[in-house]
């Protein structure tokens, strides 16, 4: 065969019922569409004056009109923008996909900056035929002398044009809505669904409720915008007030708590990306941080959350971010590969390391208050994000069992001559209170890492810091807390520790029973466990993510007993000969225990068997 060039052809048939049904996801993209056709129109009007190619009257207040009649089951999207003649819909609407809006960016590309025209591919006006039957366009173009016109098409790949009889510059669309919109016919419906899409559009948009129903209809006639025409982000940050702020972030995420504080995003080069970021206050009764960061496009709503576009770890936040650079009909599979869409990840997350690093080294004191409510965010982020973590690694805190904020290398440098790169920590204050009372009392200074990612987090520094190691404050006996012994009572301590593990482990009857006798400094503490922080990390790991096929008593370990000679039960372990057996096994059994509850939860059974030794002791001493 010869070889042939030639043009794909399409059938209209066969493409239209895939615009209409499956271009978009959801259904209510129609309003956005609509609307912003309407908006693109108002906005090339204003463009075409700026560049005297059309005179306004300058009293003229531009506007979208939304009109729902139940009864007539009708929605109008209706403008008073640029409008069409009829050479403009056979090329705009009668061939789907192209686009009025790109062929009036390259008309007028050396005149007038993209800024502000939504429109792109030329297929927004066909999601109509999502919820309706039928659709009119009754327009009326600028340019003088010419008809208006009258488009129908209902729903087939045929349509009808004729001269209208629209007096005024502009254009309605009116929607037929068929059984699958007729939820937006629905005043409440049709409302959500503007305030979700348009809610900053840059014209004033106002609903109103014709007909019948529309007497019985709680919503009233529209007397002002449902919308924003110049949301806090597109300003300047030097215009914004405190108060401001607090407005908007209130009004846009319908959360009353104040925000702690703020990032204005404000960027035109190399990409024009505008937006605020709010640290939320932690929801404290659930203790969830949920963010929500809503992406718009030219000012209108995009989507949610995207994850692609803002950094997993930033969703933790609230915000608005506008990017008039990326497209509107996002897909999320190109948006993943987009070498543009990693810039502006990484200029959000830039930008966020700035503003805390900022806060930490300008205002640290009100840093530290906002400590407790942003630091899982940001230990996400640290665990998410490598450069994330590079830039704010000097600003973080973290909390000491003084109810100090310390970064770690000022932790690290109050600690040099004692534990040299080494971190004590606690992972529940109330449960290890016994451990923070001894290092209090030896001076020695411990932080407090109670939040579930800090265990990830701490594994991270490790990892990232050569010769840092975390501890927790059980996990060792530290010197500081023994007195010094001489070889002669070493020998002693060392013979009476074998006799002591001995009746120990036969009363505990647990053969595997590590007990270690010390002098410590402290008399008060009679006994306590340590569990070395590798077996402890090993089963908190078994605990969380089971153990896949592993049996997990092979990790368990109740750690080693601690028995301080200085106290005198202890001593009277030792020393008493006279010691009843029944009253010797119980005060083994209690000291084992106490150690535990400092250390551990107690299982069910053993607090049971706690709780009634305990009593019966009581009740001795009474008789
Ligand atoms: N209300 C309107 N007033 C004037 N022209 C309009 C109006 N609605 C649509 N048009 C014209 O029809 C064209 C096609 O609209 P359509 O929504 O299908 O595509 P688009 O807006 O160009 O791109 P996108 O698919 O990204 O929305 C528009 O570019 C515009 O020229």
């Known amino acids: 065969m010869n070889q042939q060039k030639g043009n794909l052809s399409i059938h209209s048939e066969n493409i239209f019922p895939i615009i209409k049904k499956w271009l978009y996801s959801d259904h209510d993209i129609f309003v956005r569409e609509l609307v912003s056709n309407a908006s693109d129109a108002i906005t090339k009007l204003k463009k075409l004056s700026t560049m005297k190619e059309v005179a306004l009257d300058s009293e003229e207040s531009f506007k979208i009109e939304v009109r729902l009649n139940e009864a007539d089951k009708t929605i109008v999207f209706s403008d008073n923008g640029i409008g069409m003649t009829d050479e403009e819909i056979k090329k705009y609407i009668n061939q789907i996909a192209f686009s009025g809006a790109e062929d009036f960016l390259n008309t007028y590309k050396d005149k007038s900056d993209k800024d502000q025209i939504i429109g792109h591919f030329g297929l927004g006006f066909y999601s109509a035929f999502m919820v309706a039957e039928k659709v009119e366009i009754h327009t009326k173009s600028y340019l003088p002398n010419t008809d208006p016109v009258l488009w129908t098409c209902d729903g087939g790949t045929t349509f009808e044009m004729e001269t209208g009889s629209r007096e005024h510059r502009g254009t309605d669309i009116t929607l037929f809505i068929g059984d699958e919109g007729k939820s937006f016919l629905n005043a409440y419906t049709l409302r959500q669904t503007l305030d979700k899409y348009c809610s900053f559009m840059p014209y004033e948009i106002y609903l109103t409720v014709e007909g019948e129903e529309a007497k019985e209809d709680a919503e009233p006639q529209e007397a002002k915008p449902l919308n924003t025409t110049t949301p806090l982000y597109m300003k300047m940050p030097s215009e914004c007030t405190d108060e401001d702020y607090k407005d908007f972030y209130q009004a846009t995420f319908k959360d009353f708590k104040e925000p702690l504080f703020w990032i204005h995003l404000n960027m035109d080069y190399p990409f024009n990306l505008k937006g605020i970021l709010y640290f939320p206050k932690l929801n404290t009764e659930f203790d969830t941080i949920e963010g929500q960061i809503k992406l718009y496009n030219s000012q209108v709503f995009v989507a949610d959350n995207i994850k692609e576009v803002i950094p997993e770890f930033l969703l933790l936040l609230k915000g608005v971010i506008d990017c008039p650079d990326l497209p509107l009909n996002v897909s999320r599979s190109f948006l993943q590969n987009d070498g543009f869409v990693r810039k502006i990840s990484?200029?959000?997350?830039?930008?966020?390391?700035d503003k805390l690093n900022g806060l930490f080294k300008t205002e640290r004191e009100s840093y530290e208050g906002f400590w407790e409510d942003i630091n899982p965010f940001i230990k996400f982020g640290t665990l998410k994000d490598e450069k994330f973590f590079e830039n704010v690694e000097k600003s973080i805190l973290f909390k000491t069992i003084q109810d100090q904020y310390v970064t770690l290398d000022e932790y690290l440098a109050e600690a040099l001559d004692k534990h040299e790169n080494k971190v004590f920590y606690v992972t529940d204050h109330i449960q290890q209170a016994q451990y923070i009372n001894l290092f209090e009392a030896h001076d020695l200074n411990a932080v407090l890492l109670e939040h579930t990612i800090d265990a990830p987090f701490i594994s991270m520094l490790e990892s990232k810091k050569e010769n840092l190691s975390f501890a927790r404050v059980d996990s060792d006996l530290n010197e500081f807390f023994k007195e010094a012994g001489d070889a002669e009572s070493d020998a002693e301590k060392t013979?009476?520790?074998?006799?002591?593990?001995?009746?120990?482990r036969d009363v505990l009857e647990n053969e595997k029973l590590e007990v270690k006798l010390e002098r410590m400094k402290n008399n008060d503490l009679s006994s306590m466990i340590i569990l070395s922080e590798e077996s402890r990390r090993m089963q908190d790991m078994m605990r969380m993510?089971?153990?896949?096929?592993?049996?997990?008593?092979?990790?368990?370990?109740?750690?080693?007993?601690?028995?301080?000679?200085?106290?005198?039960?202890?001593?009277?372990?030792?020393?008493?000969?006279?010691?009843?057996?029944?009253?010797?096994?119980?005060?083994?059994?209690?000291?084992?225990?106490?150690?535990?509850?400092?250390?551990?939860?107690?299982?069910?059974?053993?607090?049971?068997?706690f709780v009634s030794r305990s009593n019966l002791l009581l009740t001795r001493l009474i008789s």
């Open 495 to 504: 013979k009476n520790e074998e006799k002591l593990q001995t009746l120990f």
């Open 545 to 609: 993510y089971g153990s896949a096929g592993l049996d997990p008593k092979m990790f368990e370990t109740n750690g080693t007993l601690i028995l301080n000679a200085n106290h005198v039960l202890v001593s009277n372990l030792i020393t008493n000969e006279t010691l009843e057996s029944s009253t010797r096994d119980m005060i083994c059994a209690h000291l084992y225990d106490l150690a535990m509850l400092s250390h551990t939860q107690l299982s069910p059974e053993a607090m049971t068997r």
């Open 346 to 353: 990484t200029y959000i997350s830039k930008k966020v390391a």
